[in-house]
């Protein structure tokens, strides 16, 4: 198993990671500050007054505007590849009343901010249904059905990534190089390198300089949490218990 591209879009916009927003009769994108809600709508947290305030202030006679969240992959080290670019489209509204207080909740479940306590004074909320999901990775782009999206969960390691590739490189590389050795059936002069971590598995490279290949290491179940993820690895790191990851198909 893998991320599903649903997944990955969804783990891609939870808030953690910086985005820009393309907003109907304004010139050039807006950074903004983000998170989704449990059914993956999109929570924008607004500064007013300000430029993006007022691009998303809607004509008169309408209640929303037009607005594509644009989010990137951002890899954990410089070798790992990303998982690509995210675009949500919707028509993202002004909350106000039990509507902002319900979304500063959600917000701050992903994402907290102190500036979320201020929200109707110094600060707005907006929020858009996700009404078309596109995922662009490796000069492909694939439009990902919005239901799909909504019922999809973010991975809860993306997060951490960066500080678990750390942790196996500084505390566990001798196990964890053996361990794939011994899976991947390498030679002793070839140091096996893991990429990336998600909740289905380990992206693993090997080979000589010049021909290095890609490859998925799978986990015996999907990691729930961190946590779980340690009980997944503990198999790879204390070579006398029984091997629970299993190797996928190459990739080129």
């Not at 489209?89 to 207080?101: K, M, P, Q, V």
């Not at 004074?121 to 239901?147: C, K, M, S, Y």
């Amino acid at each position: 198993m893998r991320p599903s591209p649903a997944e990955i879009v969804r783990t891609l916009v939870t808030g953690r990671l910086p985005a820009l927003a393309h907003l109907a009769r304004s010139a050039g994108p807006h950074q903004v500050r983000h998170a989704t809600d449990p059914d993956g709508r999109v929570l924008l947290l607004v500064p007013t007054p300000g430029d993006l305030a007022t691009a998303l202030t809607p004509p008169p006679g309408d209640t929303d505007v037009a607005t594509v969240l644009d989010v990137r992959d951002l890899p954990p080290t410089t070798s790992a590849p990303a998982l690509g670019r995210a675009w949500l489209s919707g028509w993202a509204e002004r909350l106000d009343g039990d509507e902002a207080r319900q979304a500063a909740m959600d917000f701050a479940a992903t994402q907290p901010a102190g500036d979320l306590l201020d929200v109707g004074n110094r600060f707005q909320l907006h929020r858009f249904e996700v009404a078309e999901a596109r995922w662009e990775h490796a000069g492909a782009t694939r439009r990902i059905d919005p239901q799909a999206y909504a019922r999809a969960e973010p991975d809860p390691l993306h997060a951490v990534e960066a500080e678990l590739l750390a942790d196996l490189t500084d505390h566990h590389a001798e196990q964890v190089a053996g361990y794939l050795r011994r899976r991947l059936k390498l030679s002793g002069t070839e140091s096996p390198q893991v990429l990336r971590i998600d909740r289905y598995g380990l992206l693993v490279a090997y080979g000589r300089p010049g021909a290095t290949r890609q490859t998925r290491v799978r986990f015996a179940r999907p990691a729930a949490d961190v946590a779980d993820l340690s009980r997944l690895l503990h198999p790879m790191l204390c070579s006398q218990q029984p091997a629970a990851p299993t190797v996928s198909t190459t990739i080129p």
